[in-house]
């Protein structure tokens, strides 16, 4: 086994999928059909959700926003 650690996720929001919760392997993400995970059903396509609008306004109150890169 090992251990991975997603560059992309902040607090459990996904900075690459901007507003989506992070999980691993959904649409847009860096791993989307590039491994394998053990559960089967983490190999389905699956749709980014939406993160709830509460904890962003929490997280834009105590962070400034991030710029995104233009890659």
Known sequence: MSAWSCPHD?????Q????AVCDPGM???VLEGRVRFAREQ????RKPVRADASSQ???AATH?????LPF
């Open 57 to 59: 306004s929490d997280e």
């Open 27 to 29: 649409r847009g993400c």
């Open 42 to 45: 983490m190999n389905l396509p």
């Open 64 to 68: 400034p926003p991030r710029r995104r």
């Open 10 to 14: 902040v607090d459990n929001i996904c």
């Open 16 to 19: 690459r999928v901007q507003g």
